[in-house]
């Protein structure tokens, strides 16, 4: 069952080989965390097994980086092409006037929760005025996202409540488990990771998370306007890419261990792989689209709530400029290929 097959082989050499050989050219694509785990398969292994930038005429090299702030400052500085932030992040670095732009939204909803031990105290973000909230580190996504949420539940984020740097993994689970924090800012694949390891947490949503929008790919200006086609044909391969693992999911969950194998539990059983495919749902859930909505594509009204939340609670001025943060002029050619075709050969595929 966990064994890639000759024919999963075969599909993917059919599909390089219906492109001409050409010169690669490469890229550096980063993911913000550095726990490229099976539910960031579609920026990783699923791109890069199945030849879908190769076939755009690019060598990527998917690297991980600790946090949002990481990754938009390495994308700003020219050290990565292309980097996926959180929306908020996005918008606290442009009132900065880091440019950098969003050219692609990828999860469709909120990845970050704030999350409690299901049997705790903590049943409202009111209810964290004075306790401890952790977050992976201070530079990840989550923390303006919780900001934001205790702010609009009354809670001071940044007097009222004592922010601390847990980690991910075993360092978060301590934490937790000790009651060093009464609380966890973090995002859902990290989550689903404690819950498979035996933690039941309760979440606790601000009133608008599900208006906002979750992670998106980010790219300098200058790229934007120089090099269209490179952000086309590195957007369209993780387009096609989100396709194919919605349509097989547990053949894309096998080829992830295959190619990142220190993600693969020391033990495959049923357990086990159902273990696996809760942290893949966890972030794939969140990339399929809205009806009407094309891969990759912003919504005014998700930026709009997004910079709304993030004005009133002071993290970026009246003023700001929100259509200046994404652009949707490559929406057409990023969808300009056959995803029928993909998902029959997803569904073929012998991983």
Do not use: C
Request: hydrophobic share 45%.
């Amino acid at each position: 069952m966990h064994r890639v097959g000759l024919s999963g082989l075969l599909l993917a050499l059919s599909f390089a080989a219906a492109w001409p050989a050409q010169a690669q050219e490469k890229v550096t694509y980063a993911v913000a965390t550095s726990n490229i785990s099976v539910g960031h398969s579609a920026q990783s292994s699923i791109p890069l097994a199945m030849g879908f930038w190769k076939q755009e005429g690019l060598d990527v090299d998917v690297v991980g980086l600790s946090g949002a702030t990481a990754g938009i400052q390495q994308v700003a500085s020219g050290q990565v092409d292309f980097a996926t932030v959180g929306g908020d992040a996005l918008l606290i670095a442009r009132a900065k006037g880091i440019k950098v732009k969003a050219v692609y939204v990828y999860a469709r909803r909120s990845i970050y929760r704030i999350v409690a031990p299901a049997d705790g105290e903590i049943k409202t973000l009111a209810d964290f005025k004075g306790k401890s909230l952790g977050a992976p580190d201070m530079s990840a996504g989550s923390v303006p996202y919780g900001r934001a949420a205790l702010a609009s539940a009354g809670v001071d984020p940044q007097n009222g409540v004592k922010w601390i740097s847990v980690g991910i993994g075993g360092q978060a689970a301590n934490a937790i488990r000790q009651k060093v924090v009464d609380g966890w800012a973090a995002w859902d694949t990290i989550i689903a990771s404690l819950e498979n390891n035996g933690f039941s947490f309760r979440y606790i949503d601000p009133p608008w998370i599900g208006e906002i929008l979750g992670n998106v790919i980010v790219a300098r200006e200058e790229t934007i306007a120089k090099r269209p086609d490179l952000v086309i044909k590195v957007a369209r391969g993780i387009a096609k890419s989100s396709v194919f693992g919605l349509a097989n999911p547990d053949g894309a969950l096998r080829n992830h261990w295959k190619m990142y194998p220190e993600t693969k539990p020391s033990v495959v059983n049923d357990k086990t792989f159902q273990e696996a495919r809760h942290i893949f749902d966890s972030r794939f859930d969140l990339t399929t689209l809205e009806p009407g909505v094309k891969w990759g594509e912003n919504v005014p009204a998700q930026w709009k709530r997004m910079a709304d939340i993030s004005i009133a609670e002071g993290l970026i001025p009246k003023s700001f400029d929100i259509e200046a943060t994404y652009t949707n002029e490559f929406i057409p050619q990023i969808n300009d290929f056959d995803q029928k075709k993909i998902e029959e050969s997803a569904k073929a595929s012998g991983w």
